[in-house]
T-cell receptor
């Protein structure tokens, strides 16, 4: 596997379900990101992890819970979601998360989530 | 926060035509990236271009940071160029979050 991978690619869940999205990067990067892309809206940053520590939480509701067990893996745990949470969830990684350094972000293919 | 505007919002081209996509941003930025999102949702990196001009095959990009805009040129367009093109800027200051524009939807017809 190369680059950034995400599983599952598609997910349908009810409002009372609990599910998790997984992201894995094979680039040796130290920063990982979750973004949400809703229809007709720009991509929105949700969370940023740098060296396994959460450094950004962009006012995301608590029904979304991120986890970064190591620098290669990132999870997004979902519980009691709403239909308006249906969207494409994209994971990205970059070499570092630093003002002074090169910070090009590379994206995974996304998980298309539908909440019924 | 910083605003990122892209134009045009939609563009239809005949195969072989050239086009220019524009990205304006409202404040100084550390960096800028151009992406192509294919019909399956995958964001593909095109350019990492905080300033200057870069070329990659039929694509090239120019960022004039002092005037707060970037341009993406597509020459001899192909149907596989269809999709949404996003520019994203990295805010200056205390954070280096990527802020995305609303995108340009490009359809290249055979």
């Amino acid at each position: 596997e190369t680059g950034v991978t995400q599983t599952p690619r598609h997910l349908v869940m009810g409002m009372t379900n609990k599910k998790s999205l997984k992201c894995e990067q094979h680039l040796g990067h130290n920063a990982m990101y979750w973004y949400k892309q809703s229809a007709k809206k720009p991509l929105e940053l949700m969370f940023v992890y740098s060296l396994e520590e959460r450094v950004e939480n962009n006012s995301v509701p608590s029904r979304f819970s991120p986890e970064c067990p190591n620098s290669s893996h990132l999870f997004l745990h979902l519980h009691t979601l709403q239909p308006e949470d249906s969207a494409l969830y994209l994971c990205a990684s970059s070499q570092v998360y630093s003002l002074a350094d090169y910070n090009e972000q590379f994206f995974g293919p996304g998980t298309r989530l539908t909440v019924l | 926060g910083i605003q990122v505007e892209q134009s045009p919002p939609d563009l239809i081209l005949q195969e072989g035509a050239n086009s220019t996509l524009r990205c304006n941003f409202s404040d100084s930025v550390n960096n800028l990236q151009w992406f192509h999102q294919n019909p399956w949702g995958q964001l593909i990196n095109l350019f990492y271009i905080p300033s200057g001009t870069k070329q990659n095959g039929r694509l090239s990009a120019t960022t004039v940071a002092t005037e707060r805009y970037s341009l993406l040129y597509i020459s001899s367009s192909q149907t596989t160029d269809s999709g949404v093109y996003f520019c994203a800027v990295e805010e200056g200051g205390a954070t280096n979050k990527l802020i995305f524009g609303t995108g340009t939807l490009l359809a290249v017809q055979p």
